[in-house]
């Protein structure tokens, strides 16, 4: 009757006191553990009750609730684990110390992210930087194959149809191959990893992000290599200058053509395109359409330039 008033009212500092005075050690460690949810330094009191009631099977919850403590204190990864290593081998009986065991494998779960400092670049980069984080991956390879498509066609590699597609444009003879490899370190360590991707011909390419575990998924993302760049000016009466360039040099590119595709409304589900062809100082000219558009410039040796906005 005792333990069902003390509970309701929530005393459980007196609950205690009644526990350890008739030597009941495990209503004892519950009831404190209940006491200590309530109290301002919580993480050291369980400390202590870890040091009192350790060699009983129950003090496995204290255990979570140190854990719990030292998650949302952001406590690093090497303390965490080392934490829940030591909570498992002492109460490996305490059915809910499976928690922490979830725990553990989603601080040591197989983990890799890449992120590509710019996804269009020249001909002549080789500089290009990806940043890489991995966890517990024994090494990963990065496939980098052109392939047929041009640098306006619009597929998102997100998209399960249009990576299909993309793989079908695949030009496989000009597949090169990164091997990063990861060893030495522990499973919860996140690794940071960087490296260039080597110059590369005019194209548009895949790359492909293959970790050495099959549970990861895969990741892609398109790069364009182009040695155009195409520079927008608005003028007066509505008028906007095209400027094509080479990309390395900064000298006028004649003869490239420029594919412009805009919508006079945003309700209008069929583009308008205009062709203009630039001159010799490499500029075209044309009446803005006052519509958003699309602009994609090309040559007939240089098609990998990617769709942008004016």
């Known amino acids: 009757m005792l333990h069902v008033i003390g509970m309701q009212a929530r005393d459980f500092d007196k609950l205690n006191r009644y526990y350890v005075e008739h030597g009941n050690r495990e209503a004892a460690c519950y009831t404190a553990l209940l006491a200590v949810d309530e109290k301002d330094n919580k993480s050291e009191l369980l400390d202590s009750l870890m040091r009192v009631y350790g060699d009983l099977p129950i003090c496995g919850e204290v255990a979570i609730s140190k854990y719990n403590c030292m998650s949302e204190d952001e406590e690093p990864a ?46 002549k980069d080789k500089d290009n930087t990806v940043q890489m984080e991995v966890r517990n991956v024994p090494s990963l390879t990065i496939n980098i194959t052109r392939t047929s498509l041009k640098g306006n066609t619009q597929y998102n590699v997100e998209d399960k149809n249009d990576l299909k597609a993309i793989k079908a444009s695949l030009i496989p003879s000009s597949k090169q191959v990164i091997q990063r490899t990861y060893k030495g370190y522990k499973d919860y360590e996140i690794l940071k990893d960087s490296f260039n991707l080597p110059a590369l011909p005019v194209g548009v390419y895949l790359l492909e992000f293959v970790p050495s575990d099959s549970r990861l998924a895969r990741d892609y993302s398109l790069y364009y290599v182009s040695d155009l760049f195409v520079m927008t000016e608005e003028q007066p009466d509505k008028r906007n200058r095209y400027v094509v360039v080479d990309a390395n040099e900064g000298q006028p590119v004649p003869g490239a053509t420029i594919r412009i595709e805009y919508r006079k409304d945003n309700w209008s589900s069929k583009p308008l395109t205009k062709i203009l062809t630039t001159d010799s100082k490499g500029e075209a000219f044309i009446t803005d359409p006052d519509y958003s558009s699309d602009v994609y410039v090309y040559t007939s040796k240089d098609q990998a330039f990617p769709c942008n906005g004016p």
């Open 78 to 123: 090497e303390k965490l684990v080392a934490f829940i290593d030591n909570a498992l081998s002492r109460w490996p009986t305490w059915a809910p110390i499976e928690q922490l065991r979830n725990e553990r494998k989603e601080l040591t779960a197989p983990m890799s992210t890449a992120e590509i400092e710019r996804d269009r670049v020249t001909s």
